[in-house]
């Protein structure tokens, strides 16, 4: 069961799309889950051929429980469940693990260290993995709702969950995580004047919103301040080679989702807003897929439109920082000694500061601020 | 198309916006973003819909012409007789 957030303890499995014998590849839906923020589609990391279901429909366990083994191509067939622990690989030797072995290690909490390799060269793999989280006892989870009803949730019910679901997030974020705010106004004079440009010239379906322009402009800032898009490893941070920026969304009658546009970075500003307004619609309509909701590297927070000026968010475990956009303002701006009308925006970042100090996070504002001055080449 | 036709397609549309709201309590001289929870996205969707559907395009800068259901409904109605 997938960790879909730092505030989901479990998940019910609503229904399988692959059987025992069926070849899945890297991205396919495997399965759907019911989550406090709805129904999501679970993807598989690897391609091959899915073994053995190991949670049936309609049962619900704790994040971290393997929901089904799937033997990777090249792999033999996964010895029945359960197998004998495996001793540790031996003291001093460099183990090998496979990038998808490590990531799935991740996200059941197996150590790595006391996992031995059937791959080749004694390599861990991901069926290495799962045999081992298979054999752990079922973790600990302190803070795990009370078993749910039989029957599918109602729609009061699941918006009264995923409110406790949010506080336990934002209670443990505001317990564990030591924040601190910076905050910094940016004339957007150039990017709304381009903005109005490019949209005068596009077909209805293809313009842009100003919210992609400010997401491009934070994705291409953490190039240059890469401590923020991270995950706290307690004790460590461990920083993302991709940057994932969470979006995050209201939904309908209440609640909130922040969803991970991928690699964010690397979209062109019109595969950007393609990209965010399937995320946006899809997150309303409950149709998102679990690595939208696992990914996020930092989350991005707008309340502008509800004419906020200013937003101190709070961090989202085990993300390290959340910059918050405010409302586009028009307001006096001093502009080579005169006294002109520029539309501005409150950017704000919420950072750990076990993790960056404020010298950085100024840093990082400076660079948003600079490219939202270019955003022709956002 | 008839203006009470206009009035239904659109209702449509705003249906599928904002799944939500009681269409029947919607003011007709009040802006949508005052009495439905929606943002610009959705306002978005709702030019696209309203281009796709009605085959109007609305530029950026005339957004304020189909802020209401009245607005929009009598702005829709102009641009389509407008092409006769």
């Known amino acids: 069961m997938p960790q879909l957030g730092a505030d989901m303890a479990a998940g019910r499995l609503v229904a399988w799309y692959k059987q025992p014998g069926d070849a899945v590849k890297k991205g396919d839906i495997i399965a759907e889950v019911d989550t406090d923020k709805g129904a999501i589609d679970v993807e598989v990391f690897t391609s091959g051929v899915v073994e053995k279901i190991l949670v049936q429909a309609g049962e619900k366990v704790p994040v971290g429980t393997p929901l089904a083994i799937i033997r990777e191509a090249g792999e033999g067939p996964t010895p029945s469940l359960p197998t004998p622990a495996a001793p540790p690989a031996p003291a001093g030797e460099r183990q090998r693990v496979s990038p998808v072995a490590r990531k799935v290690a991740a996200e059941l909490g197996v150590e790595l260290a006391s996992v031995r390799g059937t791959g080749a060269g004694g390599a861990v793999t991901r069926a290495d993995v799962e045999r081992a989280a298979a054999r752990q006892p079922t973790p600990a989870t302190p803070t795990a709702p009370p078993p749910a009803p039989p029957a599918p949730p109602g729609e009061a019910d699941r918006r009264a969950r995923m409110r406790q679901a949010i506080a336990a997030a934002v209670t443990r974020s505001k317990r564990d995580i030591p924040h601190f705010y910076l905050s910094t106004t940016i004339d957007l004079h150039r990017a709304t004047t381009w903005l109005g440009e490019q949209n005068a010239t596009r077909p209805v379906a293809d313009r842009l919103l100003a919210g992609a322009l400010l997401l491009k402009a934070v994705a291409l800032a953490l190039r240059d301040v890469p401590e923020l898009n991270a995950r706290w490893e307690g004790p460590k941070v461990v920083r993302s080679d991709a940057i994932h920026v969470g979006v995050a969304t209201f939904l309908r009658e209440g609640g909130l989702v922040a969803p991970a546009l991928h690699d964010t970075d690397r979209l062109s500003l019109d595969d950007l807003m393609r990209k965010l307004r399937d995320l946006v619609n899809r997150a309303r309509q409950g149709e998102l897929r679990s690595s939208e909701l696992s990914d996020p590297t930092i989350t991005v927070t707008s309340l502008g439109e509800q004419g906020v000026e200013t937003v101190y968010g709070v961090i989202y475990p085990p993300q390290v920082a959340i910059v918050g956009f405010g409302k586009i303002v028009e307001r006096p701006w001093s502009l080579g000694g005169q006294v002109v009308s520029r539309p501005l925006v409150t950017a704000t970042l919420s950072a750990d500061h076990r993790v960056t100090d404020g010298h950085r996070g100024g840093l990082f504002l400076a660079a948003v601020d600079a490219r939202l001055q270019e955003p022709s080449r956002l | ?84």
């Open chain 2, 1 to 84: 198309m008839r203006k009470d036709e206009i009035r239904s397609r659109v209702l449509t549309i705003l249906s599928t916006i904002a799944p939500e709201a009681d269409l029947s309590r919607l003011k007709p001289d009040v802006p949508f973003r005052d009495q439905l929870d929606v943002d610009s996205m959705d306002m978005l969707n709702f030019v696209i819909a309203i281009d796709q559907e009605l085959h109007v395009a609305i530029p950026e800068t005339e957004y304020a012409k189909v802020a209401t259901l009245n607005a929009c409904v009598d702005h829709v109605s102009a641009m389509l007789a407008s092409r006769g």
